[in-house]
């Protein structure tokens, strides 16, 4: 299993800001934000499965457009994964009609989308490739993501406050290599990280001192034009846990 990071940044604002998507081998893709933008059309029509984390415009800013780019050049519907709560949203606010057509529905032969509900700890196989939805604690309904190849595994916090069941659940995993964790705001914005539940590096502290296994750890999801002084804060809190900040064709291998 390979995962590319394709977007990683809180935000937009310069070449090398995209927000959050990642490419699993050519099929797969964990969230679709402005990231995804930068796949040519031809790894587009490649991409069978999207697991989204939540509804929020950053996660999902990409996901309207792909099947309406590439629907025409698949012979099955691109199937979208995603809580109950999640897929409620986006067939709401998204693809009814006034925001976006309704590819669920159209075209009526063969629509171009179609759904499909996950829900915590059950996995879903792909071809020996497990995903599996994480606890998470957003402002809007949130899961992260545990990816296992068999041989190694990679867990996404998504978007997320302090989230007890989150530790909880990545401690069970015996063959993590990798974690990445959302670190959006710096502390002086504390009451911001609070009121929209993301984590500052304080939070960030404060939840990895649940942390049991010692994976590469990897920050996400930084606001832009603050990334090196949210790092430097996360540096001095959570230093010991030696954290990268993840970047745009980080890949991964399972």
């Known amino acids: 299993m390979r995962v590319r990071i394709l977007g990683a940044s809180g935000g937009i604002g310069g070449p090398a800001l995209h927000t959050t998507a990642m490419l699993v ?15 040519s059309l031809d790894e587009l029509a490649r991409i069978d499965h999207v697991f989204i984390t939540h509804s929020h415009l950053d996660h999902i800013a990409c996901l309207p457009l792909i099947g309406d780019s590439v629907g ?3 012979a099955t519907p691109l199937t979208v994964h995603a809580t109950g709560p999640t897929i409620a ?5 998204v693809f009814n009609w006034a925001v976006w057509p309704d590819f669920t529905r159209i075209p009526s032969a063969r629509p171009f989308v179609r759904f499909r509900e996950i829900r915590l700890g059950q996995a879903v196989d792909l071809g020996g490739r497990a995903i599996a939805a994480l606890p998470a604690d957003h402002s ?3 899961v992260g993501y545990h990816l296992d190849s068999g041989r190694a595994s990679l867990a996404f916090s998504g978007d997320t406050s302090v989230c007890a069941e989150f530790w909880q659940e990545v401690n069970k995993i015996s ?3 990798y974690l990445i964790v959302e670190t959006a705001f710096s ?3 504390l009451p911001l990280a609070n009121d929209s539940k993301h984590l500052c590096p304080s939070l960030l502290a ?9 994976p590469e750890l990897f920050i996400t999801h930084l606001k832009p034009g603050q990334q090196q002084l949210i790092m430097r804060e996360i540096a001095s809190a959570a230093g ?15």
């Open 72 to 74: 025409d050049l698949r």
């Open 140 to 142: 809007v309904p949130a």
């Open 187 to 189: 502390d002086g914005d």
């Open 25 to 39: 081998d050519d099929d797969i893709l964990i969230d679709a934000g402005t990231g995804v933008c930068r796949l």
């Open 240 to 254: 010991r846990y030696r954290p990268q900040m993840l970047q745009d064709d980080h890949v991964f291998e399972l």
């Open 89 to 93: 949203i986006l067939q709401s606010h």
């Open 206 to 214: 404060t939840a990895l001192a649940w942390l049991r296994l010692t």
């Open 175 to 177: 063959n993590l290599r």
